[in-house]
C-alpha cells in the first residue's frame, strides 16, 4: 500500500471518528467539525510527506494544505467573531 492510499484511509477514518464522538456528544456543530478534520489533514500530511523525495502529488497536496489553511483561519475568525459578540452584551 502507497502513503497516499494509507493517507486517505487515515483521513476517513478520522473524520468518522470526529463524526461519531460529536454524535455522542450532542454538538452538531459544522464549524467545529471542520477545524478538527482539517487538524487530523494537517497531521495526515505532514506524516506523508517525503523527506529527499518530491512526488508529483505534492505539488497538488501543497494546494490543497494552503486552501486548507485559508479555511481553518476563516473559521477561527468567524468563532472568535461570535465569541466577541456574545461578550459584548
Same mark, same amino acid.
Do not use: C, Q
Given at each position: 500500500?502507497?502513503?497516499t492510499?494509507? @493517507? !486517505?484511509? %487515515?483521513? @476517513? @477514518?478520522?473524520?468518522?471518528?470526529? !463524526?461519531?464522538?460529536?454524535?455522542? +456528544?450532542? %454538538? &452538531?456543530? +459544522?464549524?467545529?467539525?471542520?477545524?478538527?478534520?482539517?487538524?487530523?489533514?494537517?497531521?495526515?500530511?505532514?506524516?506523508?510527506? &517525503?523527506? /529527499? !523525495?518530491? &512526488?508529483?502529488?505534492?505539488?497538488?497536496? =501543497?494546494?490543497m494544505?494552503?486552501?486548507?489553511?485559508?479555511l /481553518?483561519? #476563516?473559521?477561527? @475568525?468567524? =468563532?472568535?467573531? $461570535? #465569541?466577541? $459578540?456574545?461578550? !459584548?452584551?
Open positions: 500500500m502507497r502513503k492510499d494509507a @493517507a !486517505s484511509i %487515515a483521513l @476517513a @477514518a478520522w473524520m468518522l471518528a470526529v !463524526s461519531s464522538f460529536m454524535y455522542i +456528544l450532542h %454538538a &452538531p456543530n +459544522l464549524k467545529l467539525f471542520m477545524a478538527i478534520v482539517l487538524v487530523g489533514f494537517f497531521i495526515i500530511v505532514y506524516t506523508i510527506h &517525503p523527506v /529527499f !523525495s518530491r &512526488p508529483g502529488y505534492m505539488r497538488n497536496m =501543497r494546494r494544505t494552503i486552501a486548507s489553511t485559508a /481553518f483561519g #476563516l473559521l477561527v @475568525a468567524l =468563532r472568535v467573531l $461570535e #465569541l466577541n $459578540e456574545y461578550w !459584548s452584551l
